[in-house]
């Protein structure tokens, strides 16, 4: 119940919100929100730490770009087609991927990106540094026109509550009770009789398309797909969002991918640009050491402490 | 309890939505004039165009005087990580959120374009300073695009026509692989073939490369004349560290396509004298330039760069149509400054055509050798002047914004 309440303040302090706030970084907020969560899905819910999610944030952004570019789909059937994409490569990443695990799965979804980098790196299609620019919004459904940020940031909201709601039924399902039994004791699970690796599966292909579904909204707002979004430095930052915020908690990733994006927003500019890296490194290692189930983490623990 | 929630729901729903009637903000006609400065900070174009751009445009912005329109000019900085989406997200909040007329600074050409294209849309002037594609004044031409200082279509006919011309006539190329890469590779070998020479092949190199070992190997293999460096910044200066330990300055000639002053004084004057580039701007060229270089060097630490010459040149060019026209209104800014000829230490001989395009003389240069130099700021001598018309292309019908 409690959760409930807490779900409805969030929900309304983001309707309201782009009344004070600039739409599209609040959009940006929501989509790394929607990605983090989907990551913490695999990290936070299964035990799986991939270091590779950025190859399913860069494609759902690239299909979604060239679709909206080049075959007039409207941006509803471009979104739900990178996100498709996103899903496919999930599904064919997680097959080979669930076969190992701990430190050599992170290494397989690693070199798994890189081949993916290299591939939109080299494609003719991705136009190479230069990115997919000039992505148009188009008009959704045909008939509602997204170029009015407060409109576009309206859709985003829409859509990551739906990818919100989807993962946290995901999670509160006989599914993702497995899912945790997986976590806790891998070996345990297997005797009880479930097919552990194919559990772990398609926890990946969920959370993959999820996160393509983020990258597709992300190329929308920003009219823009670009190598960013499918370097390593971003499986990093997503790892780092969800850490932050308190990994295996549902709230957390959404705090986490706010306080990461908001600082990176904030500090790009003026006199502490050049230290930003060195900032958000410190953040990590001091997260790391001193408060390891992150902010929301620590928050539960408070109050189980103390009420 | 599902009941009160219900009705918590819609009232927070319909609250909301009564609250935000959108509104969204375009281009400002407040008659307050703000300028924002994109650069590379601690990128691969750090020297040619990171603090040194932002420095230069706050030296325009004293000289000017601070004031326009009976108001304080404001300016605002930003690190663009060399990135089109850093970018495209820093011009965007500027212009919807901030306020900002005009975007100047710009190095690489896939920031410019993803700028030039939020610019286009909410009706704001990009002034270019940076970077070297002509697609700006071409296949992605705008009404509000500025292209200063130089482009590809420059470099080409100033150092590849001579080359070619003289007999050097099988090329090989390491191309920085975006945008303005392609379009230099592109030019150049247009050039070539035009004047009878071809190209044998070519090598595509992330931006940031630091190990260029391969694709120097690729080059000594391919049995050219020349390797040309369709690149730029640090780039350039690893190649050609790398093509010297691979012994290949040796065996072929390496063109440097793109040579910023910085990064001419970074190379081996060993391996470096004697190649031959093109420059938009040379510090030491008469005491119009070196006086001007001089102030820019207190402040800075540095001599400038033909981009931090321009990024000054062209804020003043766009600071006097203000206040010429009276207004911060964008077409009319755009008018008269396409209406007035530049003229400054930088911009000689110079012409603002419609299409966005800077017109002005280029300079045909020769790195000196370690023995021809007399300090660490003396790198180039100046063989001629390449007069604007012969250097640029003509300008297309389509980008015709008169």
Same mark, same amino acid.
């Given at each position: 119940?409690?959760?409930?309440?807490?779900?409805?303040?969030?929900?309304? =302090?983001?309707?309201?919100?782009?009344?004070?706030?600039?739409?599209?970084?609040?959009?940006?907020?929501?989509?790394?929100?929607?990605?983090?969560?989907?990551?913490?899905?695999?990290? #936070?819910?299964?035990?799986?730490?991939?270091?590779?999610?950025?190859?399913?944030?860069?494609?759902? #952004?690239?299909?979604?770009? +060239?679709?909206?570019?080049?075959? #007039?789909?409207?941006?509803? @059937?471009?979104? @739900?087609?990178?996100?498709?994409?996103?899903?496919?490569?999930?599904?064919?990443?997680?097959?080979?991927?669930?076969?190992?695990?701990?430190?050599?799965?992170?290494?397989?979804?690693?070199?798994?990106?890189? =081949?993916?980098?290299?591939?939109?790196?080299?494609?003719?299609?991705?136009?190479?540094?230069?990115?997919?620019?000039?992505?148009?919004?188009?008009?959704?459904?045909?008939?509602?026109?997204?170029?009015?940020?407060?409109?576009? +940031?309206?859709?985003?909201?829409? @859509?990551?509550?739906?990818?919100?709601?989807?993962?946290?039924?995901?999670?509160?399902?006989?599914?993702?009770?497995?899912?945790?039994?997986?976590?806790?004791?891998?070996?345990?699970?297997?005797?009880?009789?479930?097919?552990?690796?194919?559990?772990?599966?398609?926890?990946?292909?969920?959370?993959?398309?999820?996160?393509?579904?983020?990258?597709?909204?992300?190329?929308?707002?920003?009219?823009?797909?670009?190598?960013?979004?499918?370097?390593?430095?971003?499986?990093?930052?997503?790892?780092?969002?969800?850490?932050?915020?308190?990994?295996?908690?549902?709230?957390?990733?959404?705090?986490?991918?706010?306080?990461?994006?908001?600082?990176?927003?904030?500090?790009?500019?003026?006199?502490?640009?050049?230290?930003?890296?060195?900032?958000?490194?410190?953040?990590?290692?001091?997260?790391?050491?001193?408060?390891?189930?992150?902010?929301?983490?620590?928050?539960?623990?408070?109050?189980?402490?103390?009420? | 309890?599902?009941?009160?929630?219900?009705?918590?729901?819609?009232?927070?729903?319909?609250?909301?939505?009564?609250?935000?009637?959108?509104?969204?903000?375009?281009?400002?006609?407040?008659?307050?004039?703000?300028?924002?400065?994109?650069?590379?900070?601690?990128?691969?174009?750090?020297?040619?165009?990171?603090?040194?751009?932002?420095?230069?445009?706050?030296?325009?912005?004293?000289?000017?005087?601070?004031?326009?329109?009976?108001?304080?000019?404001?300016?605002?900085?930003?690190?663009?990580?060399?990135?089109?989406?850093?970018?495209?997200?820093?011009?965007?909040?500027?212009?919807?959120?901030?306020?900002?007329?005009?975007?100047?600074?710009?190095?690489?050409?896939?920031?410019?374009?993803?700028?030039?294209?939020?610019?286009?849309?909410?009706?704001?002037?990009?002034?270019?300073?940076?970077?070297?594609?002509?697609?700006?004044?071409?296949?992605?031409?705008?009404?509000?695009?500025?292209?200063?200082?130089?482009?590809?279509?420059?470099?080409?006919?100033?150092?590849?026509?001579?080359?070619?011309?003289?007999?050097?006539?099988?090329?090989?190329?390491?191309?920085?692989?975006?945008?303005?890469?392609?379009?230099?590779?592109?030019?150049?070998?247009?050039?070539?073939?035009?004047?009878?020479?071809?190209?044998?092949?070519?090598?595509?190199?992330?931006?940031?490369?630091?190990?260029?070992?391969?694709?120097?190997?690729?080059?000594?293999?391919?049995?050219?004349?020349?390797?040309?460096?369709?690149?730029?910044?640090?780039?350039?200066?690893?190649?050609?560290?790398?093509?010297?330990?691979?012994?290949?300055?040796?065996?072929?000639?390496?063109?440097?396509?793109?040579?910023?002053?910085?990064?001419?004084?970074?190379?081996?004057?060993?391996?470096?004298?004697?190649?031959?580039?093109?420059?938009?701007?040379?510090?030491?060229?008469?005491?119009?330039?070196?006086?001007?270089?001089?102030?820019?060097?207190?402040?800075?630490?540095?001599?400038?760069?033909?981009?931090?010459?321009?990024?000054?040149?062209?804020?003043?060019?766009?600071?006097?149509?203000?206040?010429?026209?009276?207004?911060?209104?964008?077409?009319?800014?755009?008018?008269?400054?396409?209406?007035?000829?530049?003229?400054?230490?930088?911009?000689?001989?110079?012409?603002?055509?419609?299409?966005?395009?800077?017109?002005?003389?280029?300079?045909?240069?020769?790195?000196?050798?370690?023995?021809?130099?007399?300090?660490?700021?003396?790198?180039?001598?100046?063989?001629?002047?390449?007069?604007?018309?012969?250097?640029?292309?003509?300008?297309?019908?389509?980008?015709?914004?008169?």
């Amino acid at each position: 119940m409690n959760n409930m309440k807490l779900n409805l303040f969030l929900l309304a =302090l983001a309707l309201l919100a782009p009344t004070v706030l600039y739409p599209v970084f609040l959009a940006k907020v929501l989509c790394f929100a929607l990605f983090a969560c989907a990551f913490n899905l695999l990290l #936070g819910f299964a035990g799986l730490l991939s270091f590779g999610h950025a190859a399913f944030l860069g494609t759902g #952004g690239y299909v979604t770009g +060239y679709l909206m570019i080049n075959s #007039g789909l409207t941006p509803e @059937i471009a979104i @739900i087609l990178g996100t498709l994409a996103g899903g496919l490569l999930g599904a064919i990443f997680g097959k080979l991927a669930v076969k190992r695990e701990g430190i050599y799965f992170a290494m397989v979804t690693l070199a798994l990106a890189q =081949l993916v980098f290299f591939f939109y790196l080299q494609a003719p299609f991705t136009n190479g540094e230069d990115g997919l620019q000039g992505v148009p919004r188009g008009a959704l459904f045909g008939l509602i026109d997204l170029s009015n940020n407060m409109v576009m +940031y309206y859709f985003v909201l829409t @859509i990551f509550v739906a990818g919100y709601w989807l993962i946290n039924r995901t999670v509160h399902s006989p599914f993702g009770q497995v899912l945790k039994a997986i976590r806790e004791n891998e070996d345990r699970a297997t005797s009880l009789g479930y097919d552990v690796n194919q559990y772990k599966w398609l926890a990946f292909v969920i959370s993959a398309a999820l996160a393509a579904l983020a990258g597709s909204t992300k190329t929308l707002v920003f009219e823009l797909a670009s190598l960013t979004d499918v370097h390593w430095h971003m499986s990093g930052e997503v790892i780092l969002m969800t850490l932050v915020g308190g990994v295996g908690t549902i709230f957390g990733p959404l705090l986490g991918a706010g306080f990461i994006v908001t600082m990176q927003n904030y500090l790009s500019g003026g006199e502490m640009g050049n230290y930003i890296h060195i900032i958000m490194g410190a953040v990590f290692v001091i997260c790391v050491l001193s408060f390891r189930s992150g902010i929301v983490g620590q928050l539960m623990k408070f109050k189980r402490n103390n009420f | 309890m599902k009941k009160t929630n219900r009705t918590l729901l819609s009232a927070v729903v319909s609250g909301a939505i009564a609250a935000t009637i959108a509104c969204s903000a375009q281009a400002t006609t407040d008659g307050q004039v703000k300028l924002g400065i994109l650069a590379d900070m601690g990128g691969t174009y750090a020297d040619i165009c990171g603090s040194g751009c932002v420095i230069a445009a706050e030296m325009a912005i004293e000289d000017f005087g601070g004031n326009v329109l009976g108001k304080p000019i404001e300016m605002v900085s930003a690190d663009s990580q060399l990135k089109p989406d850093v970018a495209s997200a820093i011009a965007r909040k500027w212009v919807e959120d901030e306020g900002v007329d005009a975007i100047g600074g710009l190095v690489s050409s896939a920031v410019s374009g993803a700028v030039s294209k939020v610019n286009a849309d909410s009706k704001n002037i990009t002034l270019i300073s940076g970077s070297a594609s002509n697609t700006f004044t071409t296949k992605t031409c705008s009404p509000y695009n500025v292209h200063w200082t130089y482009n590809v279509v420059a470099l080409a006919n100033g150092t590849v026509k001579p080359m070619v011309q003289a007999g050097k006539k099988k090329w090989f190329f390491i191309t920085a692989d975006y945008s303005f890469g392609h379009a230099l590779e592109g030019m150049a070998s247009k050039v070539i073939n035009e004047n009878g020479g071809e190209v044998l092949g070519n090598v595509r190199a992330p931006l940031g490369t630091t190990d260029f070992s391969s694709y120097i190997l690729q080059a000594q293999a391919s049995g050219a004349d020349v390797v040309a460096l369709a690149n730029a910044g640090n780039d350039t200066v690893n190649a050609l560290k790398a093509a010297a330990e691979f012994g290949l300055t040796e065996q072929m000639d390496v063109a440097g396509l793109l040579v910023f002053t910085p990064n001419a004084q970074a190379m081996d004057p060993a391996t470096a004298g004697g190649m031959r580039l093109t420059s938009g701007f040379y510090w030491d060229m008469d005491d119009e330039t070196r006086q001007w270089s001089k102030r820019f060097e207190q402040r800075h630490g540095a001599i400038p760069s033909m981009i931090h010459a321009g990024v000054y040149s062209v804020t003043m060019h766009y600071l006097n149509a203000v206040k010429a026209a009276g207004t911060d209104d964008t077409d009319t800014v755009m008018k008269t400054m396409k209406a007035t000829k530049p003229n400054d230490f930088f911009a000689r001989n110079a012409t603002l055509r419609p299409d966005g395009r800077m017109v002005h003389d280029m300079l045909y240069v020769e790195i000196k050798k370690k023995d021809e130099r007399k300090d660490k700021n003396d790198i180039y001598k100046i063989i001629k002047v390449i007069p604007g018309d012969e250097a640029y292309s003509p300008m297309l019908p389509q980008c015709n914004f008169s």
